[in-house]
Structure formats: structure tokens, C-alpha cells
């Protein structure tokens, strides 16, 4: 039986491998923000492993960093998370039939995972993509949380290193050969304006949802 984790594509391990490159630097960032700003080395890496979702993890630690209830942490994190609630019902046929394989692709859902998987042709590529960019995000952004958590306060301020800018260069970088299409083209752009719309009036993570109603200006396929 074939693996779901192999693959022969150069280019999605190409991509893949350059995503987790940038996922593990922002995973020392956000290893080193949480223990600089007082948080035991343990959290963090605990939070990485159970939460696995990077925006919501900065938010959540954020918010408590500045004083804020573990409820609101909690509840601003659940509420970014909902972007991921399409991405769960197009991805039900890349995670496979078993009870456990349902449950751990659950929670290997992210904005990576799902461009990856999304993108490929037929149902068995898109498998393969899931399962080999969400356990190799999942390793790397644990790993690299881990090494924040580790050198703690010895990174300084991560923001003067330009950690911060990696991951959404990376994911831009990605994004530009699908732009080439024209409906693509088309419903990027209005869901971006959307989202950059709605940002000063909506909390974090709504704008993102709202952005799916770019989807509806690509019209039909002829």
C-alpha cells in the first residue's frame, strides 16, 4: 500500500521544506517573547504542542503577558481559530476514514496545511500534501518553540531581527504563482480588500473569515 507520506513532487517538498523553515524561526520568536516575558520555559512548548496554532498562540500569550485572564487568552485563541472551520469540511477526504487519523489530521489543520492540500489535483496528492506538510510543521514549530524557550532572554528583542516578517513573506512567496490565474487573481484581491477593510473594526481573526467572500467574485469555470 502506498504511504500517504511519500511523495515524488521536488516541488511541493521544495515548498513544504521552505514554509517549516520559516515556521521554525517564528517558533523561536515566539519561544523567546513568551519566556522573556516571564512565562516558564515549559509553557510555551506545552502550549506548541497542545494548541498547535501559531496566531493563536501569539495572541493568547500576549494577552497574558499584559495582564490579561487566561479566559480572555483562551477565547481570543478559539476565536482565531475559527478560520480553520471551512478548512476542516474541504479537507474531510485528505485525513483519511480511521477514527485516529481523523483526530490527528484535526489537529494538524492550519493555513499551511490547507494551501498545501488544497492545492494539489486529485484526492491522493492532496493527502499526501496534508499529512507530509502537518507533520513536518508540527515537528519543526515545536522544535523551534522549544530552542526560543531554551535561549530565553539571551535572543533579546526578537522584533529588532525581523523574525516577525518571515513567515508572511514566506506564504506571499508561495502565493504568487496561483495569482497568475485570473479568477484567482480576481478573488484574492477582493477578499484582500475586504479583510484590509474590516480590520480596523473587527477583533483579530474575522477579518481572515471575511475574506472568503472573495471567493465569490471568481465566478463559474466555463
Not at 23 to 43: E, N, R, T, Y
Not at 137 to 164: K, M, P, Q
Amino acid at each position: 500500500m502506498r504511504s500517504p507520506f511519500r511523495t515524488n513532487d521536488p516541488r511541493l517538498l521544495h515548498d513544504v521544506a521552505l514554509v517549516c523553515l520559516a515556521d521554525g524561526v517564528i517558533g523561536i520568536s515566539f519561544g523567546a517573547i513568551a519566556v522573556a516575558g516571564g512565562m516558564p520555559a515549559w509553557l510555551p512548548v506545552a502550549m506548541s504542542l497542545v494548541v498547535f496554532a501559531g496566531a493563536a498562540q501569539f495572541s493568547a500569550v500576549g494577552i497574558l503577558l499584559t495582564g490579561g485572564s487566561p479566559l480572555a487568552a483562551a477565547a481570543t485563541g478559539l476565536l482565531l481559530n475559527t478560520r480553520t472551520v471551512p478548512f476542516s469540511l474541504a479537507l474531510t477526504d485528505s485525513l483519511g476514514s480511521g477514527r485516529a487519523a481523523r483526530l490527528v489530521g484535526a489537529h494538524l489543520i492550519t493555513d499551511e496545511t490547507a494551501a498545501f492540500a488544497l492545492a494539489q489535483p486529485d484526492p491522493a496528492r492532496r493527502r499526501t500534501a496534508f499529512w507530509l506538510s502537518g507533520l513536518a510543521l508540527f515537528a519543526t514549530w515545536n522544535v523551534g518553540v522549544l530552542a526560543g524557550s531554551l535561549a530565553g532572554n539571551a535572543l533579546g528583542d526578537t522584533d529588532t531581527l525581523g523574525l516577525d516578517a518571515a513567515y508572511p513573506a514566506v506564504l506571499l512567496a508561495l502565493t504568487l504563482p496561483a495569482l497568475r490565474d485570473t479568477r484567482t487573481r480576481r478573488a484574492a484581491l477582493a477578499g484582500a480588500a475586504l479583510a484590509l477593510a474590516a480590520t480596523p473594526f473587527l477583533p483579530p481573526g474575522l477579518p481572515v473569515l471575511l475574506a472568503l467572500a472573495g471567493l465569490l467574485t471568481a465566478g463559474r469555470t466555463s
